[in-house]
C-alpha cells in the first residue's frame, strides 16, 4: 500500500501519468485546461465547509469526501506539472525558502 512516508513524487507523477496515458488524455491536458480543473477541484473542497461551523468536527461521510476532493487536487497540480515539466520538490523548496525570507520566524 503506497503512503506518503514510503512514496515519492516521482511514483505519484508515474501514477497519474499511467493513467492519462491510458485514457489517451494528454490532449485535453493544457495548461489553461488543467489550471481550470484545479480550480473546480479546489471550489468543491471549499463547499465541504460551505455552512459549516469554524471548529466543527468532519464526520466518516465528510472525512472521506474531504479526502477525495484533495486527492483531486493533488491530482490536477501533478498534471500540470508533467505537462510543464516543473519539478514539484524543487519548487516547493524554492517557494519555502521564499515563505521564509517573507514571513521570518521573529516575524508576530
Same mark, same amino acid.
Given at each position: 500500500?503506497?503512503?506518503?512516508?514510503?512514496? +515519492?513524487? &516521482? *511514483? #505519484?507523477?508515474?501514477?497519474? %501519468?499511467a493513467?492519462?496515458? $491510458?485514457?489517451?488524455?494528454?490532449?485535453?491536458? +493544457?495548461? &489553461? *485546461? #488543467?489550471?481550470?480543473?484545479? %480550480?473546480?477541484?479546489?471550489a $468543491?473542497?471549499?463547499?465541504?465547509?460551505?455552512? +459549516?461551523?469554524? *471548529?466543527?468536527?468532519?464526520?466518516?461521510?465528510k472525512?472521506?469526501?474531504?479526502?477525495?476532493?484533495?486527492?483531486?487536487?493533488?491530482?490536477?497540480?501533478?498534471?500540470?506539472?508533467?505537462?510543464?515539466?516543473?519539478d514539484?520538490?524543487?519548487?516547493?523548496?524554492e517557494?519555502?525558502?521564499?515563505?521564509?525570507?517573507?514571513?521570518?520566524?521573529?516575524?508576530p
Amino acid at each position: 500500500m503506497l503512503q506518503d512516508k514510503t512514496t +515519492t513524487v &516521482k *511514483n #505519484l507523477r508515474d501514477l497519474v %501519468a499511467a493513467f492519462v496515458a $491510458e485514457r489517451d488524455w494528454k490532449q485535453f491536458h +493544457t495548461p &489553461k *485546461n #488543467l489550471a481550470m480543473s484545479i %480550480a473546480i477541484e479546489a471550489a $468543491e473542497l471549499m463547499e465541504l465547509f460551505q455552512w +459549516t461551523l469554524e *471548529n466543527e468536527p468532519l464526520d466518516g461521510e465528510k472525512l472521506a469526501a474531504l479526502r477525495h476532493e484533495l486527492a483531486d487536487v493533488v491530482i490536477y497540480c501533478l498534471s500540470m506539472a508533467i505537462v510543464t515539466k516543473i519539478d514539484l520538490s524543487e519548487a516547493v523548496r524554492e517557494k519555502m525558502e521564499m515563505n521564509a525570507r517573507k514571513y521570518p520566524v521573529e516575524r508576530p
